[in-house]
């Protein structure tokens, strides 16, 4: 028995020194500070009231939007921007559009429940937080989803001749919003009883004002591609997922079809179904942190 063999035997702290090297390698999901979310009770219940801020220094428009996909396949969670949001091709939109295209029932299923989610992130300003009182008086970004954003859209452009028009965005005839979460179907946040204010400055002094200004974050960092996965990347991913490692994941026992995200499908038919790959979700701010947090052994085996 040769001596670098007998060290290795006698060795009793080995399984230490693996810990340690796990540990180093171990990746967390870690929360952005600058994103806020209501806290909400055992129940899902919660409330706050917050100013949605004008765009910031240098920006144009007050949000941003992003497309997310979030679903699960016999590889795992598949959580991750699309690439649909900076105008690019983005080979789950193309998958989805090869499995509408069959025709078959069980593809297009799949397909809806693959569907894109938009969000939108703004700067705010939390006027009033019961859950955290830190909070208040402090600039934040926001993510919220369609729900939130028509309720600010309808304040932009009523529906009735009786209602005026107004920006919600805006720090001197803005309005706070009143943010009210209840646990709804499935489990999700519903944000429905939310509501605007009538409008009114946020503060009286515009040298307060223009300090709050001054504290918002860039949105367009949000859409800069150095922050999004490559196509490639993203493809080796979605095929991991759907539980393929060579060739394309089969759709179903009816009818198969090779994935091939670079091949160009014809448009589906609007008489199907008028909106096949976007999804209809109402779910608000913390839809895809829960995602996240559940994708998060997937993140970890891609490094």
């Known amino acids: 028995m040769n001596n670098t063999f007998t060290q290795l035997k006698k060795r009793k702290d080995s399984l230490d020194k693996l810990k340690e090297e796990v540990a180093k390698n171990k990746v ?35 949000w941003v939007r992003i497309w997310e996909h979030g679903f699960k396949g016999p590889g795992g969670w598949y959580i991750e921007n699309s690439l649909t949001t900076i105008g690019k091709d983005d080979p789950v939109s193309k998958y989805n559009t090869q499995l509408w295209n069959t025709e078959v029932k069980a593809n297009q299923d799949i397909a809806r429940n693959q569907k894109r989610r938009l969000k939108y992130v703004s700067n705010v300003y939390v006027v009033k937080d019961p859950g955290n009182s830190d909070n208040e008086g402090k600039v934040f970004l926001y993510r919220y989803g369609k729900r939130i954003f028509d309720k600010l859209n309808d304040a932009m452009f009523p529906e009735f001749d009786d209602e005026t028009a107004f920006d ?39 040298e307060e004002l223009e300090e709050i200004w001054n504290k918002e974050y860039s949105l367009q960092e949000f859409l800069d591609p150095s922050n999004f996965k490559t196509y490639e990347e993203l493809e080796t991913k979605l095929n ?14 009816q009818e198969e079809i090779p994935y091939s995200p670079t091949t160009t499908q014809p448009e589906p038919s609007p008489t ?32």
Do not use: C, H
Request: hydrophobic fraction near 30%; avoid cysteine; proline fraction near 8%.
């Open 168 to 206: 919600p965005f805006d720090l001197w005839t803005g309005a706070n919003f009143r943010l009210k979460v209840k646990k709804g179907d499935g489990g999700w946040p519903n944000y429905d009883k939310s509501e605007l204010d009538q409008p009114k400055a946020l503060k009286k002094d515009d």
């Open 28 to 62: 967390t999901f870690q929360k952005d500070e600058r994103l806020w979310a209501p806290t909400k009770d055992k129940v899902g219940n919660g409330s706050a009231v917050i100013r949605f801020l004008p765009a910031p220094s240098g920006e144009e428009v007050p």
């Open 272 to 303: 199907v179904d008028s909106n096949p790959f976007d999804s209809d979700d109402t779910t608000d701010d913390d839809t895809m942190g829960f995602f996240e947090k559940l994708g998060q052994e997937d993140d970890e085996s891609d490094d």
């Open 240 to 253: 991991r997922v759907l539980g393929n490692v060579a060739g394309g994941p089969p759709i179903t026992e």
